[in-house]
């Protein structure tokens, strides 16, 4: 069993920046992919950023490549990602989100997680 918990949302300014983190508990394997997805109301779920806790490959949405950046502390079980030149349409819930799986599968986007947070709120205003 693996919990999640987000943390470092907020609100703030077109062009500001924010750092979400994701603290993992239970068992947490080099098999593991890690990611954040998010969901805004009246928009499909997306995923934004994932990593492959083995390897540290990573995978970004199109729409967010250059901005956001993933990255792990596995000494913490943490999993962090870095939002810079934040826009308005950044605003979502975001959840942290993790599954035991292949590293091809996380490096494409195309994992099923099995657990997910509780999320964390970003607001950005312009």
């Known amino acids: 069993q693996v919990q999640l918990v987000e943390s470092g949302g907020g609100s703030v300014q077109a062009g500001g920046s924010l750092r979400l983190s994701c603290a993992a508990s239970g068992y947490i394997t080099s098999s593991h992919c890690m990611g954040w997805f998010r969901q805004a109301p009246g928009k499909e779920r997306e995923r934004v950023a994932a990593?492959?806790?083995?390897?540290?490959?990573?995978y970004y949405a199109d729409s967010v490549k250059g901005r956001f950046t993933i990255s792990q502390d596995n000494a913490k079980n943490t999993v962090s990602l870095q939002i810079d030149r934040l826009k308005p349409e950044d605003t979502a819930m975001y959840y942290c989100?993790?599954?035991?799986?292949?590293?091809?599968?996380?490096?494409?986007?195309?994992?099923?997680?099995?657990?997910w947070g509780q999320g964390t709120q970003v607001t950005v205003s312009s």
């Open positions: 990593i492959y806790v083995g390897s540290g490959g990573t």
């Open positions: 989100e993790a599954a035991l799986t292949g590293a091809y599968e996380c490096y494409r986007g195309s994992w099923s997680a099995k657990y």
